[in-house]
């Protein structure tokens, strides 16, 4: 613990935490001290770990990097803190994030952009872009993020980290703060695949708190990491992911270096087509801007947080609430989302992309159905200058999540581990995505890998 204040001082000026349980942390590690010595420790026993400002811990503050939010604080713990708790994990703080987890960069928070430990002019990602530059700088040895689109694992990517995002379901949501409840997860930054893997499996599981979780047994993931060697896989890529003019040449030369690794191996890896691949951003951005919509409904400046000081009636309540309450790009998206849910657009929109999310969950389920995994870069680029991105070419923002939407939209596990870095020495992102719940045999192959 102290070991991590000092680091979390030192790096001050990255504005990764919004607020570090300096003492409470200390105190922890006293008991937990005590419970080593007394054999009674649990398998988390030390890990300290820093949240990502969307998940809840009793009697800590919550607020999402949002303005809307600000005082409130949690009369409940998320599942997943609990769990981590009783193994007797220590958590350091809570950190930034793109207000509401909207956002490709970390420059969406109320408190100011986070910035990339690598290189301090460039973003960190988003938008757990505080939760990858915690692990990268050690200012913790885990953080949990969340991912609804790839919050996990581009900035892990952005910052040499491993970002593991689990089968949608897989990890309760109870205590995790809605973006889009349909693709949201939550998910595990570390140095390392063996800490996600013991991170998982203390967190995942059936929760009775959170109807749409998966009663499916969790593995023991952290004990199967061995990958057997013996044993050849059929690996696919999708082939303009990786063959696109978009990407970054060099981050396009590591990938397919691994890919001729993987083959020396004597694995089979072939290129695949996937013909909805221009339908998954559209249908990305108009699915979760519309559950956003409603999901963000309920900060009205009644139940939760701030409420506005000029307001003189309920109208103005609400109005005032959130006009000075939402960012920019949260009001955007809930805009968004109003649209295409509106009566007269809901069909040509809403409608049709939950069509094709159908359709491209069965087409990705079917590709891994003949593969074992499916991989990729993580994203095209690598971290970029602070402020590149504004209202005028934000759409060029949205496009840079292509890569990792598609594991949301179907539901899938991926991860992102770092494959090398550019000629800048900027750290570049490899995922491995696999079917449903086989995050054992995901975990085992990444590790292998790298
Ligand atoms: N960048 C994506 C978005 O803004 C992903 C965000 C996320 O995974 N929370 O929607």
């Known amino acids: 613990v102290d070991h991590y204040l000092k ?102 928070s109320a408190f100011g952009p986070v910035l990339n430990n690598i290189d301090n ?35 892990a990517a952005f910052t040499g980290v491993v970002g593991l995002k689990p ?20 998910g595990v930054l570390s140095k390392n695949v063996d800490d996600a893997a013991l991170t998982l499996e203390v967190i995942a599981g059936a929760d009775d708190n959170d109807a749409t979780v998966s009663k499916t047994p969790v593995p023991a993931y952290s004990e ?67 559950e956003a919509s409603t999901n963000l409904s309920r900060y009205d400046g009644v139940r939760y947080g701030m409420r506005s000081e000029n307001a003189t009636d309920l109208e103005s309540m609400y109005k005032l609430t959130r006009s000075e309450g939402f960012g920019d790009e949260v009001k955007r998206r809930i805009l968004l989302g109003t649209f295409v849910l509106s009566a007269s657009y809901y069909d040509a929109y809403f409608t049709k992309a939950q069509k094709v999310r159908r359709l ?8 891994l159905s003949n593969h074992d995994f499916l991989i990729m870069p993580t994203t095209a680029n690598t971290a970029f200058e602070i402020g590149k991105y504004n209202e005028n070419n934000i759409l060029e923002m949205y496009l840079g999540d292509l890569y990792t939407v598609h594991a949301n939209l179907a539901g899938l596990p991926a991860i992102s581990v770092p494959n090398g870095v550019d000629s800048e020495g900027l750290p570049i992102g490899l995922q491995v995505m696999a079917n449903r719940f086989e995050e054992e045999k995901m975990l085992a192959f990444t590790k292998y890998l790298q």
């Open 7 to 108: 680091q979390i001082e030192a790096n001050k000026h990255l504005n990764a935490f919004l607020e570090v349980y300096a003492e409470e942390a200390q105190q922890r590690a006293e008991e937990i001290d005590a419970k080593i010595a007394a054999g009674t420790a649990g398998k988390l026993a030390g890990m300290v770990v820093g949240i990502k400002d969307v998940i809840a811990h009793k009697d800590h503050g919550l607020q999402a990097s949002s303005k809307i939010l600000d005082g409130f604080v949690s009369q409940f713990s998320a599942t997943a803190i609990e769990r981590l708790l009783a193994e007797d994990a220590i958590i350091i703080g809570r950190q930034s994030c793109d207000e509401f987890a909207m956002g490709s960069s970390n420059e969406n």
């Open 121 to 155: 002019s460039r973003v960190p990602g988003g938008s757990s872009g505080a939760s990858a530059v915690a692990v990268s700088a050690d200012m913790c040895l885990v953080s949990l993020g969340s991912d609804t689109g790839g919050s996990v694992r581009q900035p």
């Open 167 to 186: 089968t949608y379901s897989r990890i309760s949501r109870w205590g995790l703060i809605a973006y889009a409840s349909s693709f949201d997860t939550i």
């Open 224 to 290: 199967a990491l061995e990958f057997d060697t013996d044993k050849k896989l059929k690996i696919g890529y999708i082939k303009e992911t990786v063959e696109s003019e978009h990407l970054r040449p060099e981050i396009k030369e590591q990938t397919f270096a691994k890919i001729e690794a993987l083959k020396a191996a004597g694995h089979e890896v072939e290129a695949i087509e996937f013909p909805l691949l221009d339908y998954l951003l559209p249908t990305y951005y108009i699915l979760t801007t519309a």
């Open 360 to 367: 491209i969950k069965e087409a990705s389920e079917k590709m």
